[in-house]
């Protein structure tokens, strides 16, 4: 069964930085894309940033310069890189893979990110 597991997160100030996690059991070259949402309370769920099975990444332009997706194939790993976090970028972070075939939406269990001003 295809599952993500997410690390990371927790409670930064603000200009901080926090790295999450998103493993998969098993290849992580079964999902194309992948990407990183979140949803901050009373808000719906937005993407923030997407990477390819051939390292093709997207970031939003919300955080565009200050978060950064990346994969380590080896590891069965992608991550999000978040720097110099706003008050605004508070939110529960959700990783998800696409299973091509059949086609299959998988989701991390979440993680929350908060910064405080």
């Known amino acids: 069964q295809m599952q993500l597991v997410q690390s990371g997160g927790g409670l930064v100030q603000a200009g901080g930085s926090l790295t999450l996690s998103c493993a998969a059991a098993?290849?992580?070259?079964?999902?194309?894309?992948m990407r990183w949402y979140r949803q901050a309370p009373g808000k719906q769920r937005e993407v923030v940033a997407s990477i390819t099975r051939g390292n093709f990444r997207n970031v939003e332009d919300s955080v565009r310069g200050r978060f950064f997706i990346s994969r380590d194939d080896a590891k069965n790993t992608i991550y999000l890189q978040m720097n110099n976090l706003k008050p605004e970028d508070t939110a529960v972070y959700y990783c998800?893979?696409?299973?091509?075939?059949?086609?299959?939406?998988?989701w991390g269990q979440g993680t929350q990110v908060t910064v405080s001003s």
């Open positions: 098993g290849s992580i070259l079964s999902f194309n894309p």
């Open positions: 998800n893979g696409v299973v091509p075939k059949p086609p299959q939406d998988v």
